[in-house]
């Protein structure tokens, strides 16, 4: 939980001894006037009730903390799984565009690689890459739902890192439902085939 969070509930904490205190002392009559040891008391005893609340704050502080860390991990496995389902969605609706080409995307293999030693990206970078292995060729696919710049850059590095841990590839094809036409230029000037068309 951040910092500014804390700070508003550590305020709120205060704000209710600020009352509490209140409260104790219109007990009294405006005659009347409080001994030292009935003052003292009556801090012993918000003292006390103030601790109490922060300690509960500080449970609640921190059962907010692992729920959110928990949160997060849940989000992350989600979105991995997320995106390999819609990148065999993609390739499901561009299915007839691909057996054109004689690609069969029951063959495409899905691998994760990491790069232990930083050789191109940074030490221990985790990365994805689709693979289609055909009479020893070997074609890397970038699969994407609309691909922009930062995708093919990304591809091209993925493919750099596949040639020093494997071999380097016969093809790169970026496989996108939709792209613009300056990426897809940039795209074919670095030799990767650009693959979207009609899904209807």
Do not use: C
């Amino acid at each position: 939980m951040g910092a500014e969070l804390k700070g508003e509930i550590k305020n709120y904490i205060e704000q209710l001894v600020q009352k509490t205190f209140e409260k104790y002392m219109k007990i009294y009559s405006k005659e009347e006037l409080l001994t030292k040891t009935e003052f003292l008391e009556a801090m012993k005893i918000i003292q006390q009730r103030f601790e109490t609340m922060d300690k509960r704050f500080e449970g609640l502080v921190e059962a907010m903390d692992r729920g959110f860390m928990t949160l997060k991990v849940a989000i992350d496995s989600i979105g991995q799984r997320s995106g390999i389902r819609l990148e065999k969605t993609i390739l499901k609706l561009l299915q007839k565009t691909l057996e054109n080409r004689d690609i069969d995307i029951n063959k495409i293999e899905w691998i994760e690689m990491i790069d232990e030693n930083g050789q191109v990206f940074s030490k221990n970078y985790r990365t994805d890459i689709d693979v289609l292995i055909k009479n020893g060729f070997h074609f890397l696919m970038e699969v994407k739902y609309k691909a922009d710049n930062r995708d093919v850059f990304h591809f091209l590095k993925v493919a750099e890192l596949y040639t020093k841990k494997y071999q380097r590839p016969n093809k790169l094809l970026l496989i996108s439902l939709e792209i613009d036409p300056r990426t897809q230029v940039y795209a074919e000037n670095e030799n990767i085939e650009v693959i979207t068309g009609d899904y209807d």
